[in-house]
């Protein structure tokens, strides 16, 4: 749908090849895997004429601001339920207020009744409203990626190449879901590696194994004895929205030989924790790729100069 580009990174690490999938700069609100998503979850809503749109997410979140510029592109009124708790000002949260989303504050403990609240709210008043889960999962988040598997596939085939390795930041694990349906309809053996950024295991991987077989159900596809989930709690240093000094200078670095920006609380920590991971585990002579999966408005959040 709309088929990033892959190119080769100047990485040496182990005499691995290194390439990255940039879906940062997929042309539409600063690109990234919510823009995959929110599409997918758009066309749902306009086909079916819903008329108000309902997510959530913290004050940084970069699904809310996806979702709040495809509300306002659409004309479709849209309600953001946020967690009271460490609200700051980011160019996310400017970005969705200028997009014209009403805002709800809610204990972190109430949101999904305030979610509630608002739906028959809505509905009361005559409208048809459409919720969106935080970060986009579900069924049609997890095809989006499953979609983004199949432009891997056709780069592979037309430049006569095979990755070893995916690796990416894995957050709500739907991402992660799509790359492994992917894989596991197309027969592939690869290793799909996500990073996690907060989340633990063995929760973590529950999540994505659940969302895998959800998907394969779905589309009639039988649903493996075994699904092999790879999902690392191991550099998730000191939690989401933490800047870390040795993720900073991994976005620094990157950004000097590549000019390529990495976020730290994503992207950055993904990027950090695949290099941490191949060092550890003398990982040699592969193909590595790394899906950039956007959050460009935090790398100016977080923009430091020593
Ligand atoms: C949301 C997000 C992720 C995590 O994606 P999930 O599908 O929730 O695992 C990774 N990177 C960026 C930049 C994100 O905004």
């Known amino acids: 749908m709309f088929d990033s580009i892959i190119c080769e990174l100047q990485l040496h690490l182990n005499e691995n090849k290194f390439y990255i999938k940039r879906d940062d700069l997929i042309p539409f609100s600063f690109g990234g895997n919510k823009v995959r998503k929110t599409k997918l979850y758009f066309d749902e809503i306009i086909n079916n004429d819903y008329d108000y749109v309902i997510t959530y997410g913290t004050s940084s979140s970069n699904h809310v601001r996806v979702v709040a510029n495809f509300c306002a592109i659409n004309k479709i009124a849209c309600i953001i339920v946020m967690p009271n708790i460490g609200i700051s000002i980011s160019s996310n949260l400017l970005l969705t207020k200028m997009f014209g989303c009403t805002i709800v504050e809610s204990d972190v403990s109430n949101v999904k009744e305030e979610i509630n609240k608002s739906i028959l709210m809505l509905k009361q008043r005559g409208y048809n409203p459409y919720f969106i889960e935080g970060g986009g999962h579900g069924l049609l988040g997890t095809k989006a990626y499953v979609l983004a598997y199949q432009e891997i596939l056709s780069f592979e085939t037309k430049n006569k190449i095979y990755f070893d390795y995916i690796f990416f930041a894995s957050g709500t694990g739907t991402t992660q879901a799509g790359l ?50 790879n999902f690392f709690d191991d550099y998730i240093v000191d939690g989401y929205l933490t800047t870390n000094p040795k993720i900073l200078d991994e976005v620094k670095k990157l950004l000097i030989q590549e000019g390529i920006p990495l976020d730290p609380f994503y992207t950055g920590k993904a990027f950090w924790g695949m290099k941490e991971f191949l060092i550890s585990n003398s990982i040699k002579n592969k193909n590595i790729l790394f899906i950039h999966t956007g959050g460009t408005p935090l790398f100016f959040d977080n923009l430091k100069c020593e």
């Open 180 to 229: 492994i349906v992917g894989s596991i309809i197309n027969n592939d053996h690869r290793m799909i590696m996500g990073i996690s950024i907060a989340r633990r295991n063995p929760a973590g991987t529950d999540i994505i194994k659940e969302s895998v077989s959800d998907y394969l159900s779905h589309i009639g596809f039988s649903v493996p004895s075994s699904i092999n989930i």
